[in-house]
């Protein structure tokens, strides 16, 4: 009995994902799935999917500059939030590098060749 106990307190000392963080780590998921089926896509639908989730990107980046911790939190909380929060940027980050890579390729999509050349 005490050994659970003991297990359960580090668990409870550390909070969960707020509700605002819970719906964009959703959104993240979802983007996650748009960008692979865009991975797997060719020609048309590639350029489609990849631009549905840049448009997802776009929105989720809205909203995470709006974010903010709820007002009244302990230090703990404070930074537990923002460990959350910098856990969806470093998530987003990788699938924009990712979307970038596949532009980047010969034919990623239309209107970006010779894009970042001099």
């Not at 819970?22 to 089926?37: M, N, Y």
């Amino acid at each position: 009995m005490i050994a659970g106990l003991i297990l359960a307190l580090p668990v409870s000392g550390f909070a969960a994902p707020d509700e605002a963080q819970k719906a964009l780590i959703q959104k993240a998921q979802e983007a996650k799935k748009k960008l692979a089926a865009a991975q797997a896509a060719q020609g048309a639908e590639r350029q489609k999917m990849m631009q549905e989730h840049m448009k997802m990107m776009q929105d989720m980046m809205a909203q995470m500059q709006k974010a903010k911790p709820r007002a009244g939190m302990k230090p703990e909380q404070m930074r537990e939030w923002i460990d959350e929060h910098l856990k969806l940027m470093n998530e987003m980050m990788g699938q924009m590098m990712d979307e970038h890579h596949m532009m980047m390729q010969v034919g990623g999509m239309p209107g970006m060749k010779g894009m970042g050349k001099k």
